[in-house]
C-alpha cells in the first residue's frame, strides 16, 4: 500500500522528550516518520502501535492481505482501480438468486429485460455517450423486479458513473444512494457518493463514506487512503483556524518551560538573574542586602521566572516596553517567548521583528530572536522563511551554540541529514559540553543509516549512543533517543531500561511515561500495563497534550469512539499551534466517522 502523507505537526523544531526546543514541541522526528497517517492508524485497529516522538511505528498485521468477508464487492479489491466503468453485476448479496417456484419465469423475463437495457447502457458509456447511457440504465431501473436488490443496485450506480462524467454531483449522489440503500456495503457506489460529497462540498458526508470505504477494502485502496486524508486534512483546518482564532491562551506546565529555555545555553533572557539584578527585597544567607537596581518590569518578569510565577510575566514585560525602560530588547524578547509558550504567535512575531530589527540591541538577543522565529516559521510551515532566518542568526553570531543546535535540528525534519550532522558538530565544537547536541548527533546519524538501511553504520551510530550516555550520564536526552532507536531495532527490554533512566532523571517528564507505556503496547502487548503508564503522565502534568492524544488514540483501537474523542478534544484546547490543532481535530474527526459507519452499516473493525 502506498501510503499518504501523514496528517501531523511533524515540523516542530523541537528537541526529544526531556527538552522541548521549538514551542509547541513534541521531539524530534524519528525515523519512521511518513509512514500511515495517524487518522488511518486511529481507523485500522487491531495493529498495536508505537507513537513515538514525532514517528509513527506501526507492527505488522496478521494476515494483511486477506478477504474481508464483508466487503460487498464480487469484483475484488484492485489497490488502484479508478471505479470509473460501469459494472456488469452488482455485488453478491444474501437472497440475491434468482426465485424458484411459480412466478419465477416472469421474473427471470423481467431481469432478462432489464440486464439487456443494462448491457446497451455499458456499450453507450463506453463510447462516451452519457446521456444515452442514462436513458438506457433508467430504463433498466424501471424494469428490474424490485425484489431484486443487488441488480437494481448495480442499474443505479451504473447510472451514478454516467452522471459523474457530465460532473451532475447532485444526481450522482442520489443515485449512490439509492444503491447503497439497496445494497449497504456496496464499494463502489460508497466510493462514488464519496467523491461526490467531495464535489458538492459536503465534507462530513463525505468522511463517513469514504470511512467506510476504507474499513470495507481494509485500508488497501490507495484512491480511498488518499481521499479519506484529504478531507481530514480539511475538515481539521477548518475547525482549527476557528477554535485557533477564538482560543483562550494557556501557559504550559512548569515542566514544558523548564525544558523549554534548558535548550538554550547563550540566551541571555533564560539566564538566572545576576546578584546586582536583584530587588532590595531579596536577602542572601548573611541577610544582607543586595544591591538595589531600578524599578524594572523586565526584572520583575526575570524574579517571576525564578520563582516558576509564569503567568506574570508577559504584564511586567509590557510595562517595561511601554515605559521605553533599558531592557525594552530584552523585554521584547522575552514576552514574544511567552507568547510562543502560549500558542499566541500572531502577537509573538511582531515583538521578535522588533528585536531582529534593533542593530544597537545585544547580538545575542537578535540571534535568539532568529532562532525562535525561525522555529515559529517551521510550525507554520514555512521551511523556506525558517532557514532563512537560521543562516541569519549564523551569520550575525557565529559563535552562538545555540544557531547550530536549532538548525540542525531543522535540518533533520527536512531530510538534510548531512547538514544537520554539520551543525551539530558546531555546536559540539563551540560548546564540547553540550550533551544534548551529542545525543542529537547520534540521533542523525542513526536516522540516517536507519532509512538508508546500512546496518553498519546502525551499528556505528548505536555504539555512538553509549557512547554519549556513558559520557554525560546525567542527560536524559541521551537515554530517551537511544529508547528510541533501540525500539526500532526491537531490542525492548534495553529500551525499557533507557526509559527507566530518564525516569530516575527527570521524574516529572510526562512524555517518557508516554514513550514508556506504548513499547508495552509494542513490546508485551500489555494494554493495562500501558495506559497505566500513560495516565501518570496525565497525572505528573495535566496539560501533556501528547498524552491525551496518545490515550485517545489507543481508545479508538479498543473501540471507545467517545472516550476516545474526550481526549482528542482535551489534546485540542491544550495544542500549541493551529497546526497541531488541525492534526487533532483531523483524529476526532476521523472518530466521529467511525461512529456513524458503524450506526448506519454495522461496520466496526477489530479492536484490541
Wanted: glycine share 8%.
Amino acid at each position: 500500500m502506498a501510503a499518504s502523507k501523514p496528517v501531523e505537526a511533524a515540523v516542530i523544531a523541537a528537541a526529544a522528550p526531556s527538552s522541548g526546543s521549538g514551542v509547541g514541541g513534541g521531539g524530534t522526528a524519528g525515523p519512521g516518520t511518513g509512514g500511515l497517517p495517524r487518522w488511518q492508524l486511529a481507523l485500522a485497529v487491531g495493529a498495536p502501535l508505537l507513537l513515538g516522538a514525532g514517528a509513527v511505528y506501526l507492527w505488522s498485521r496478521q494476515q494483511r492481505g486477506r478477504e474481508d468477508g464483508g466487503r460487498g464487492d464480487a469484483s475484488g479489491l484492485k489497490r488502484n482501480s479508478e471505479r470509473k466503468t460501469p459494472e456488469g453485476r452488482a455485488s453478491p448479496a444474501p437472497g440475491s438468486g434468482h426465485p424458484e417456484g411459480p412466478g419465477a419465469h416472469l421474473d427471470m423475463n423481467s431481469l432478462d429485460r432489464a440486464q439487456a437495457a443494462k448491457n446497451k447502457g455499458n456499450k453507450y458509456f463506453k463510447a462516451g455517450k452519457y446521456e444515452q447511457a442514462i436513458q438506457c440504465y433508467t430504463e433498466a431501473i424501471s424494469l428490474c423486479p424490485t425484489e431484486k436488490n443487488v441488480d437494481l443496485s448495480t442499474f443505479y450506480q451504473n447510472r451514478a458513473a454516467a452522471f459523474e462524467q457530465l460532473q451532475k454531483w447532485k444526481e450522482v449522489a442520489q443515485d449512490c444512494t439509492k444503491a447503497v440503500e439497496l445494497n449497504p456495503k456496496y464499494v463502489k457506489a460508497l466510493f462514488r457518493r464519496a467523491k461526490a460529497h467531495e464535489k458538492l462540498d459536503n465534507k462530513k458526508e463525505c468522511l463517513e463514506d469514504v470511512t467506510a470505504v476504507c474499513i470495507l477494502e481494509g485500508f488497501q485502496n490507495q484512491q480511498s487512503m488518499l481521499l479519506a486524508d484529504k478531507v481530514l486534512k480539511l475538515l481539521g483546518k477548518e475547525k482549527a483556524k476557528e477554535k485557533y482564532k477564538n482560543r483562550e491562551p494557556l501557559m504550559p506546565s512548569p515542566q514544558f518551560i523548564k525544558s523549554y529555555f534548558s535548550s538554550f545555553t547563550d540566551d541571555i533572557i533564560s539566564q538566572p538573574m545576576l546578584k546586582g539584578e536583584k530587588s532590595d527585597e531579596d536577602k542572601d544567607k548573611e541577610g544582607e542586602a543586595l544591591e538595589v537596581k531600578e524599578n524594572s518590569g523586565y526584572l520583575k518578569a526575570k524574579q517571576y521566572m525564578e520563582e516558576e510565577n509564569y503567568d506574570k510575566i508577559i504584564s511586567e514585560c509590557s510595562k517595561e516596553i511601554d515605559s521605553e525602560g533599558k531592557y525594552m530588547a530584552e523585554a521584547l524578547l522575552l514576552r514574544a517567548t511567552f507568547y510562543l509558550l502560549i500558542g499566541n504567535a500572531n502577537a509573538a512575531k511582531p515583538d521578535l521583528d522588533k528585536v531582529i530589527s534593533l542593530k544597537e540591541a545585544n547580538v545575542k538577543l537578535r540571534a535568539n530572536a532568529l532562532i525562535k522565529r525561525g522555529s515559529m516559521y517551521m510550525q507554520q510551515q514555512q521551511p523556506l522563511l525558517s532557514t532563512q532566518d537560521f543562516n541569519m542568526a549564523a551569520d550575525i553570531d557565529p559563535q552562538n551554540a545555540d544557531v547550530y543546535h536549532h538548525r540542525g535540528q531543522l535540518k533533520i525534519l527536512l531530510d538534510q541529514v548531512e547538514e544537520a550532522v554539520a551543525d551539530f558538530d558546531e555546536c559540539i565544537r563551540l560548546r564540547p559540553e553540550s550533551a544534548l547536541a551529542q545525543a542529537q548527533k547520534c540521533f542523525a546519524l542513526y536516522r540516517q543509516a536507519y532509512t538508508g538501511n546500512n546496518s553498519s553504520q546502525i551499528q556505528a551510530a548505536m555504539k555512538g549512543f553509549e557512547e554519549v550516555i556513558k559520557k554525560f550520564p546525567r542527560c536524559a536526552e541521551g537515554y530517551a533517543l537511544y529508547a528510541q532507536a533501540l525500539t526500532d531495532q526491537q531490542q525492548f527490554g534495553k529500551a525499557d531500561e533507557m526509559y527507566d533512566k530518564c525516569i530516575d532523571l527527570e521524574p516529572d517528564n510526562a512524555t517518557t511515561y508516554v514513550h514508556k507505556g506504548l513499547l508495552q503496547l509494542q513490546w508485551k502487548q500489555d494494554l493495562d500495563r500501558g495506559l497505566e503508564l500513560i495516565s501518570k503522565a496525565i497525572e505528573i502534568d495535566n496539560k501533556c497534550d501528547f498524552a491525551y492524544e496518545t490515550m485517545g488514540t489507543i481508545e479508538v483501537q479498543r473501540g471507545n469512539m467517545e472516550k476516545a474523542i474526550d481526549m482528542f478534544n482535551k489534546a485540542i484546547n491544550l495544542a500549541k499551534s493551529e497546526m497541531e490543532m488541525a492534526h487533532l481535530y483531523s483524529l476526532c474527526d476521523a472518530a466521529h466517522a467511525q461512529i456513524e459507519v458503524a450506526k448506519k452499516y454495522g461496520l466496526k473493525p477489530p479492536t484490541l
